[in-house]
């Protein structure tokens, strides 16, 4: 431990140098998730199983583990990745090959942009250094973003013009005309929030709600307007008229099959995965815990005083943080095999063909979910019980600058980032499932009402939203 | 002549809309909620685990009736394959060897893979030697050729399978005659 703490500058460069690899990867990984979400939610708003057939077959254990619709995902990775690879005849050869490239190399730059911890100052030499959250950290942060998210509807109208099919025109004209309308109004709505925080950098506007509150806060009609803009920009519902499989067939991408159907696919769901991550950075305090400082009673400080949750506050009681996650955690463990259970006894009710292997499995789902909420419940224990017996208080080598800046241990911080990124992915589940679930509550908008939403009633909010924060906000800073 | 749909007069909150997609957004939550926890909420046959349970009316394969001494009930009248909209009806006729009926079926086919269950045979003959209730409705082979149903599969049937109560299906109208007519045919007697 001494030896990693004294070379703690070379393992910060190193996890500085890997973060805009792995963090790409990590959103990407979390595709093939969504997709399960997506399609289960919909099943159970539908009131039916879903997808749950295909399974790895288990030589030992006598039975398949169908992994809760898992292994869908590979199965359609596999099916997409062996399927003839059919192009149109009239196709614009270059460019029908290049769009679909585009929305997924976008999609996977904006990771980039995105505070996913707390920027983490450290020692060298007694000289402070600082490892940033996000990969970009500039005054040109949520341009870039949008930058890259307008970048991303070349792919579809590229894809679209050079499929050289009237369906595909017809949903890459639609997309590209419904992109323009709502890129106003959502460059229009978060204004708002930036006319407030004062800077474009996305680090410090988590900062800022850190200090201050919670954007949806500060700006609930900028976040309702921002929300329904970026469904619009996903091309997701109630916006998917891009794609509009009732009317157009499938839009956009009618004429492609195979690998390149499946970027399109994958493009989709990063940019809903970022655009969640987008909205929580924005609005939800981004790494944040939460929106209002907390009634602290500390007696060497006199009696009760709020205390603000910020990233000191977080790795001071990082202990504690531990001990609610994880018994929260814990928690939904065990309700998840209290669930699994109760399926395992509903099949045994049924005249499953392949009962026997059912209970096994249901039996085995249930196991693992028990011993990781039991797990979970005994390690949360644990990290209270050690930060009661030594609290990190002490084990910070306080070297406090001018600046009155901490430094923490190379581990507390590590898992600091580790614990903030987890809150982060948290929200992002969040907005993530509510893509799925608008998806399945609404139908879709017809195109003269997309537009005249877009154009008379989103814009004109907007502006007024605006309007009115300026002058709130200058009547305040006076 | 064109009907006049009137446009529904809308509250002012239904006109801001969001709050009747929050509305909605808790509807679809419930459903989503009761699937996730209560099994038995989930409207499915389980299908091919749980054999789904075909009512007796429902129009399913053919099966071809019988007299009571297993001789088809069919006449070879063709009217079930001429009222066939599909053509999957093919039947050869031949001499009855019943004086009192005048032809039975050499040859009666049905193919599955053409017949697109209207009951349009059902409804067309006259004689009541057809049905469509053997609640078989799911049928799987690697060979085309076990689709073309033929006559001992038509009337490959038990009669324990099917209600008591329906007396149509255990006895013929007729029945008894046509064996009395061949009792007599046997004795020598008849004409």
């Keep these: 431990m001494d030896f990693i703490q004294a070379h703690a500058a070379l393992v910060y460069a190193i996890i500085g140098l890997a973060l805009p690899i792995a963090m790409p990867l990590i959103i990407f990984q979390l595709v093939p998730l969504l997709v399960v979400v997506e399609r289960r939610g919909a099943a159970f708003i539908q009131d039916r199983p879903g997808p749950n057939r295909a399974g790895f077959a288990v030589p030992f254990l006598g039975t398949k583990i169908r992994a809760f619709g898992i292994p869908y995902t590979m199965t359609d990775l596999v099916k997409l990745l062996f399927k003839e690879d059919f192009q149109p005849p009239f196709k614009v050869s270059r460019f029908y090959l290049l769009a679909p490239a585009i929305p997924v190399i976008c999609a996977l730059l904006t990771p980039a942009v995105i505070p996913w911890f707390a920027t983490i100052p450290f020692l060298v030499d007694d000289k402070t250094n600082y490892l940033v959250g996000s990969m970009i950290s500039s005054e040109s942060g949520l341009l870039l973003l949008f930058a890259f998210g307008s970048l991303s509807v070349y792919g579809i109208v590229l894809g679209s013009w050079s499929s050289n099919s009237k369906f595909s025109l017809l949903g890459g004209m639609r997309s590209s005309a419904m992109m323009i309308s709502y890129e106003v109004s959502m460059g229009l709505s978060v204004l708002g929030l930036l006319l407030l925080t004062g800077t474009f950098d996305l680090s410090k506007i988590v900062e800022w709600q850190g200090a201050h509150t919670w954007g949806i806060f500060v700006q609930p009609v900028g976040f309702l307007l921002f929300l329904v803009s970026m469904f619009a920009e996903c091309n997701r519902n109630p916006f998917d008229v891009a794609e509009g499989e009732s009317e157009i067939v499938g839009g956009f991408h009618t004429e492609y099959a195979g690998v390149k159907f499946m970027m399109f696919m994958t493009a989709e769901y990063l940019h809903m995965l970022v655009a969640s991550a987008l909205m929580a950075t924005l609005y939800l305090g981004g790494y944040g815990l939460l929106p209002f400082p907390l009634p602290s009673f500390d007696s060497t400080a006199g009696g009760w005083h709020m205390v603000a949750l910020n990233t000191d506050w977080l790795k001071l009681h990082l202990g504690l943080i531990c001990f609610i996650m994880l018994t929260v955690g814990g928690i939904v463990a065990l309700y998840a095999a209290y669930l699994v259970n109760g399926r395992r006894v509903n099949y045994g009710k049924q005249k499953a063909a392949d009962q026997a292997s059912r209970q096994i499995e249901y039996g085995l789902y249930t196991k693992a979910f028990g011993g990781a909420g039991i797990g979970m419940l005994v390690l949360g224990q644990l990290a209270l019980w050690l930060m009661n017996t030594a609290p990190i208080d002490n084990q910070i080598y306080l070297i406090e600058s001018a600046t009155n800046q901490h430094y923490f241990p190379l581990w507390v911080n590590l898992l600091t980032a580790f614990v903030q990124f987890n809150i982060l992915l948290g929200k992002m589940a969040f907005f993530a499932w509510l893509f799925v679930w608008i998806r399945w509550t609404l139908p879709r908008f017809r195109y003269d009402q997309i537009m005249a939403l877009g154009w008379k009633i989103m814009l004109n909010i907007a502006l007024i939203n605006l309007l009115v924060t300026a002058v709130v906000a200058k009547a305040l800073t006076r | ?191």
């Design chain 2, 1 to 191: 002549m064109a009907k006049v749909v009137p446009r529904p007069n809308l509250s002012f909150w239904e006109q801001v809309y969001f709050v009747e997609i929050v509305k909605g957004l808790f509807t679809t939550l419930k459903h989503a909620g009761k699937s996730l926890t209560d099994a038995d909420h989930l409207k499915v046959i389980n299908y091919p685990d749980v054999a789904p349970v075909v009512p007796r009316d429902y129009r399913a394969r053919h099966r071809l009736m019988k007299r009571a001494d297993g001789a088809p009930r069919c006449v070879a009248c063709f009217m079930c394959s001429t009222a066939c909209p599909a053509r999957c009806i093919n039947i050869v006729a031949e001499e009855s060897p019943d004086r009192h009926i005048e032809k039975r079926p050499a040859r009666f086919e049905i193919d599955l893979l053409l017949c697109v269950f209207c009951g349009f045979c059902v409804e067309a003959c006259p004689c009541d030697a057809i049905r469509m209730d053997t609640t078989e409705v799911v049928f799987a082979a690697d060979n085309r050729k076990f689709f073309v149903i033929d006559k001992t599969k038509l009337m490959d049937w038990n009669p324990k399978d099917y209600p008591e109560t329906d007396i149509q299906s255990q006895k013929a109208p007729g029945g008894s005659k046509n064996a009395e007519a061949l009792a007599a045919l046997t004795s020598g007697t008849d004409h």
